[in-house]
Nanobody, 126 residues
Framework: QAQLRESGGGLVQAGNSLTLACVAS????????MGWFRQAPGKERFYVAAISWNGNNKYYAESVKGRFTISRDNSKNTVYLQMNTLKAEDTAVYYC???????????????????WGQGTQVTVSS
């Protein structure tokens, strides 16, 4: 059964960096696009970034563009989210997810993602 597990969350001061990792189990990883989403307290879950199955294409929400970098290592079944210059408004539970589609609305449409992790908390203190 396919599973995703996030790690790397924690408490960090504003301006600092944090890297999240998501390890996938199951045979799907190399053929799936991967995405990161986040849900802040009292708000809906929202997309952050997506990456194509081979890592050649990346997509970012405007709020994180230039500060966050998504990458993947298919040999390790792992996708990463490098977060720099963190702000208090980046505080959220971060989820990784896997989708058979990449491109257009598939990048940010949560309904296109088949598998989800349990999430990891990121708290940025100002």
């Amino acid at each position: 059964q396919a599973q995703l597990r996030e790690s790397g969350g924690g408490l960090v001061q504003a301006g600092n960096s944090l890297t999240l990792a998501c390890v996938a189990s199951g045979p799907f990883f190399n053929n799936y696009a991967m995405g990161w989403f986040r849900q802040a307290p009292g708000k809906e879950r929202f997309y952050v970034a997506a990456i194509s199955w081979n890592g050649n294409n990346k997509y970012y929400a405007e709020s994180v563009k230039g500060r966050f970098t998504i990458s993947r290592d298919n040999s390790k079944n792992t996708v990463y989210l490098q977060m720099n210059t963190l702000k208090a408004e980046d505080t959220a539970v971060y989820y990784c997810a896997a989708s058979p589609m990449y491109g257009g609305s598939a990048n940010y449409d949560q309904n296109m993602y088949h598998y989800w992790g349990q999430g990891t908390q990121v708290t940025v203190s100002s």
